[in-house]
């Protein structure tokens, strides 16, 4: 397994804003902010050693395993719409407040 204390923290800056929000939730803390400011708190994180919190992980383990059941209805498994990339048109998914964007149209129309 590898030494996350020796990891730089240009390596951090590569790291996605999904990982790190990970990274930083399994250890209790805030995922909150700028791309910037999650790294700033990641690297923080593995210098300081914060350990993983074993109830944080089995809880974020369990709120996947139900939203991909979610995905699942009568016996059909649609795709999760938060990595569907094809069949609307548009430069944004959703806004902040996670409501779809008005500026998607279908591409059938």
């Known amino acids: ?11 951090v800056q590569l790291w ?10 399994v250890r209790k803390k ?3 902010g700028a791309h910037e400011e999650l790294v700033a708190r990641a690297f923080a994180a ?6 993983v919190d074993h109830e944080a992980e089995n809880a974020e383990r369990v709120l996947l395993q139900e939203y991909k059941q979610k995905l699942c209805v009568e016996g059909v498994l649609y795709p999760d719409p938060f990595t569907i990339t094809t ?4 430069s944004k998914m959703g806004d902040s ?12 129309t």
């Open 1 to 11: 397994m590898c030494d996350l204390s020796k990891i730089s923290i240009q390596k």
């Open 16 to 25: 996605s804003t999904e990982a790190l929000k990970a990274f930083l939730c």
């Open 30 to 32: 805030s995922v909150e």
């Open 46 to 51: 593995l210098e300081d050693g914060i350990p």
């Open 87 to 90: 069949g609307l048109k548009g």
């Open 97 to 108: 407040c996670g409501q779809a964007s008005s500026s998607l149209t279908s591409v059938n």
